[in-house]
């Protein structure tokens, strides 16, 4: 899938092709675990048979991934990362837990979105890159031809659930929302199944909110 990439312009920084330091389980999980979990375009039939479906655009380290498929485990949740670090601890936490419910997307999430026709209940977008500059605000994720490409994947009632730390990025979330009619934009709180995740507890110790 890396070789796909580049069909959007990247909302993502350069990442890891190798781990260099591999423990028994990280080499079972690298090369058993992970190949294995890989959700293939093939298996889209699985997401219009599944009744509850979500996905998640940079999974991390997998708080939200795991806590969610946890607490609904009739849901199907797809936890798409370009980065191996995060597939990797996610795989961990998935193993330790049992959890049969959770497949990995490893390339642009937008690559996945764009086959998906009414059957997400969700897509989650929780504190993408910022890319502060603004001579990469081009490349944030969160842009017009993003959210015609939601609009196809999720069910008439499914919604995007996006967060950011970053001022910037916020009124960037604004000013895109203004411009666009697929969506109706609610500000709203934590939702009551939400877990802090390793990003967002650095970034409230930096006294970002």
């Known amino acids: 899938m890396i070789n796909k990439y580049f069909k959007y312009l990247p909302s993502f920084g350069s990442y890891r092709k190798t ?12 090369n ?3 190949p294995v979990n890989i959700f293939k375009l093939d298996d889209l039939e699985r997401v219009k048979k599944s009744s509850f479906n979500i996905v998640e655009i940079g999974c991390g380290n997998g708080e939200t991934a795991i ?15 370009v980065y191996l670090d995060g597939l990797i601890n996610t795989s961990k936490k998935i193993i330790s837990q049992g ?24 897509i989650f977008l929780f504190f993408p890159d ?18 015609e490409l939601a609009k196809k994947a999720l069910k008439p009632s499914g919604k995007i659930l ?5 001022p910037s990025y916020k009124d960037h979330i604004k000013k895109i929302a203004s411009l666009q009619t697929l969506f109706e934009v609610k500000q709203v709180d934590a939702p009551e199944w939400w877990i802090e995740t390793n990003y967002q507890s650095k970034a409230l110790k930096a006294g970002r909110e």
């Open 130 to 147: 910022p890319w502060p500059k603004n001579k990469h605000h081009k490349k944030r994720i969160l842009n017009a031809e993003f959210l």
């Open 67 to 81: 806590n969610f498929a946890k607490l609904n485990p009739n849901c199907f949740y797809i936890a798409s990362d």
């Open 162 to 166: 996006t967060a950011t730390d970053h």
């Open 19 to 30: 781990i260099k330091k591999q423990s028994e389980q990280t080499d079972f999980i690298l």
């Open 32 to 34: 058993t675990y992970i």
């Open 99 to 122: 959890l049969e419910n959770i497949k990995f997307w490893h390339a642009d999430a937008r690559l996945l979105i764009e086959n998906i026709t009414n059957s997400l209940d969700y």
